[in-house]
């Protein structure tokens, strides 16, 4: 009986450890971002789907984004606060369904160890201002950087440079 507890056990806490942040309602807000609202004030600010990916750390569905058309001269921010994120001279087609970009705008992103998936550790990137998730970032990246960051459409606002040709 001991053994099969301790076999119950050890397989039963990694499997209940994975993802548990995103269960416990804001987590993100522990962490003292600059930018912060109560649950209810986000909800209201961002609505159900843009929700669930900024402070739920869900992701939308590949190939969802108009932002995958998106060819303007522009910016990209933070669907949550505001903060410019990423310049579009930085997007590319990386084929994944979602909208990519080879490097960020100085100081705007943070990142995070990510273990919630069973494939092993992915680089989670968050909104340095309020901490919404934003997505992910890989080594598979185009030059100059070798960097994939890919990115919920939902968690970005376009912001067209003023003047711009596209």
Known sequence: MRRRRLMTLLLATPVLSLGLARLLPGSRAAE???????????????GDKAYAVLREEDTEPPGSSPLLEEKRTGTYACAGCGQDLFRSETKYDSGTGWPSFYDVIDGAVGTREDRSLFLGTRTEVHCSRCGGHLGHVFE???????????????ALEFRPQTGAAG
């Open 32 to 46: 003292g971002f600059p930018f912060q609202l109560s649950e209810s004030e986000w909800r209201q600010r961002l």
């Open 140 to 154: 598979d990246g185009p030059p100059p950087t070798g960097l994939r960051y890919c990115i919920n459409g939902l």
